[in-house]
């Protein structure tokens, strides 16, 4: 008798950046894509070349907490290319928000890229909700580096 195995392959997406800190358009980006997904695995690239405003290891506590009732969600931090890391995990999908007609050009260029080094690696664009449009990490660290309060911009869980 020979038995035939059923593999199901799960539909594994990292949705790629450095969070510092993720802010409410992140945060809706995930939230929307979770009827797409099996398993969304939020990956913070380690940056050498790059100074990150909050340690690493708040920026997983933060996003933790935001999904922390959201079984197919996780965060972890990764070196390298994303591609690579894709491989590691078995993800197929890298999810990416677009704002602006310029983020398209940015995210095209390196989905395309992506592609020739990860043939089965799909990009999927989500378009930010109009009120989320204007709203980035490098804001939010403007206006804290001027004893601002960007509290309408992020998550409440992220306690600055």
């Not at 999904?67 to 197929?92: E, H, M, Q, R």
């Not at 089965?120 to 490098?138: A, D, G, M, V």
Request: aromatic share 10%.
């Amino acid at each position: 008798m020979i038995l035939i195995e059923k593999i199901i392959m799960k539909r594994i997406a990292v949705f790629p950046g450095s969070f510092d800190p993720i802010t409410k358009g992140h945060e809706s980006i995930i939230k929307r894509a979770i009827p797409l997904f099996d398993e969304i695995i939020i990956g913070i690239g380690e940056n050498a070349e790059k100074d990150a405003y909050f340690p690493i290891e708040k920026r997983i506590e933060w996003i933790e907490k935001i999904f922390s009732n959201y079984p197919g969600i996780s965060v972890t931090k990764y070196k390298g290319l994303t591609t690579d890391y894709c491989k590691k995990v078995n993800a197929k999908y890298i999810l990416r928000g677009l704002r602006t007609s310029a983020d398209f050009e940015f995210e095209r260029s390196i989905g395309q890229i992506n592609k020739k080094l990860y043939p089965e690696i799909e990009t999927i664009f989500l378009l930010t909700t109009p009120e989320h449009t204007p709203i980035n990490s490098s804001i939010v660290r403007d206006i804290l580096r001027h004893n601002g309060d960007p509290s309408e911009f992020i998550p409440d869980e992220v306690d600055l």
